[in-house]
């Protein structure tokens, strides 16, 4: 009799029911899906990523580097770091080479706006404006109503003195999109033109939509006051300083206001806040030489206008106030020297041939005094001042019938112009009875 093997049938029913549960418990993992390969960017486009960092970053050497590297690999194919490197070349001062990158990325994608953009920019630059105008026009064919476009033609047409179309594309340009570089291009055109008036509408209308812009603030109150309207100036050289206190321009025409007062003190304080912005400008030291000559500081006042002088030795008006300033102290050679230098630079100017002949007159030269007064008065025959020197220096050399007739064109000059200074005044109340007992 064969034995079975012994089996447990019970212990093998209940692993099997602990199998089963033990697998239901288990989540199910899906099968894993094979990895995406990432698509291969084109070799010319690898490393703009990198350019583009490092150039908003202004990293430039090492921007450099790498564009150097990718046109070499891209043997010169690569647009963008092309761009990149003229937009470099740029900001280095290197406007040639940049050109010749920007030509070379716009031959790459002749379509694209922004590489004939900066082609014209980089032109108008170098000062080839018919250029740079031929460029912009090719670039408004792709674009007609961009305003930079229409902004940037205007401005080469006005640097080729053909105002009338640039006005046209300015008005373009502000009819797409105001900005207060239209505004300013538009009346400084105006300007130049001549025309005052068309200048401060446009300007007005510009501190309308822009009523925060320090510089047309600047611009507006600076028209006003080369207009004679001096409460509207200071008002808007004021707001201008309000928003920016350290805008040159505005200082500089309040000062003057402030000067022309004969509150020196204040238009000083006024001009040491634009001395620490702009060391450097020439008319800045002039009407600070001028605050300290009204303070009857000549040395000093000698001392700034030498370095106004220094600064812009063609500047007429620092000519002429050294020449005031020495004649003022009685260094009547040193007064010759800049008096002849500023008649040099403005030889319409009458009062500077009286300063002239008041000099010569000092310096024992009669004759050629005679000539300067002269001078003075074929420019401006109504100069109650030119009249006045001419008649004590005509006293002084004995020739008093010649010196009454040249006081009684004073008088009559003095008395149509209404001057009322002091100084003058004292000095008419004792020459006006000798030079009459002259005549």
């Not at 030489?289 to 009857?296: P, S």
Request: charged content about 20%.
């Amino acid at each position: 009799m064969t034995e079975r093997p012994e089996t447990n049938d019970m212990y093998g029913d209940q692993s099997d029911e602990e199998d089963v549960k033990v697998a239901a418990q288990e989540p199910i993992k899906p099968a894993p899906l094979p990895k995406a390969k990432l698509p291969d960017l084109p070799i010319i486009e690898k490393n703009n990523w990198l350019i583009h960092m490092l150039f908003i970053n202004k990293e430039f050497e090492k921007c450099k580097q790498v564009i150097r590297e990718q046109i070499e690999m891209t043997e010169r194919t690569c647009e963008y770091a092309l761009y990149v490197q003229g937009m470099i070349q740029r900001n280095e001062a290197m406007i040639q080479e940049s050109l010749e990158s920007f030509q070379a990325a716009a031959m790459l994608n002749p379509n694209s706006l922004e590489n004939l953009k900066q082609v014209g920019r980089s032109l108008y630059l170098l000062g080839r404006h018919k250029a740079a105008l031929d460029i912009y026009a090719e670039a408004a064919k792709l674009a007609p109503q961009d305003p930079e476009l229409l902004h940037n033609q205007g401005v080469c047409l006005v640097y080729l003195n053909d105002y009338s179309k640039a006005e046209e594309c300015f008005k373009k340009a502000l009819g797409v999109q105001k900005t207060e570089h239209s505004y300013s291009q538009l009346g400084k055109m105006h300007i130049l033109k001549g025309d005052k008036e068309g200048a401060l509408a446009i300007y007005k209308k510009a501190v309308e939509n822009f009523p925060e812009n320090s510089e047309l603030l600047s611009v507006l109150g600076l028209l006003y006051l080369q207009m004679g309207d001096t409460q509207r100036a200071f008002e808007h050289l004021g707001n201008a300083m309000t928003y920016d206190p350290q805008n040159t321009k505005a200082i500089m025409g309040a000062g003057s206001i402030i000067q022309d007062h004969g509150d020196f003190d204040v238009a000083l304080t006024k001009y040491r806040v634009a001395a620490s912005v702009t060391p450097e400008s020439h008319a800045l030291w002039n009407n600070i030489g001028m605050c300290f000559f009204g303070k009857k500081k000549y040395v000093a006042a000698i001392s700034c206008l030498k370095r106004a002088h220094y600064l812009s030795p063609f500047e007429w008006r620092t000519c002429y106030n050294l020449g005031l300033a020495h004649l003022t102290m009685h260094q009547y050679a040193s007064a010759f020297h800049f008096i002849s230098a500023a008649i040099n630079l403005k030889p319409k100017f009458a009062p500077l041939f009286m300063l002239l002949g008041v000099a010569l007159t000092h310096l024992d030269d009669p004759s050629n005094a005679k000539q300067a007064y002269e001078q003075a008065i074929s420019i401006e025959v109504d100069s109650p001042m030119t009249y006045l020197n001419y008649a004590i220096m005509l006293f002084n050399t004995g020739e008093k019938s010649h010196a009454a007739a040249q006081y009684a064109k004073f008088e009559m000059y003095h008395q149509k112009k209404a001057l009322n200074d002091p100084d003058v005044n004292a000095l008419v109340a004792k020459l006006g009875p000798i030079l009459h007992m002259g005549s």
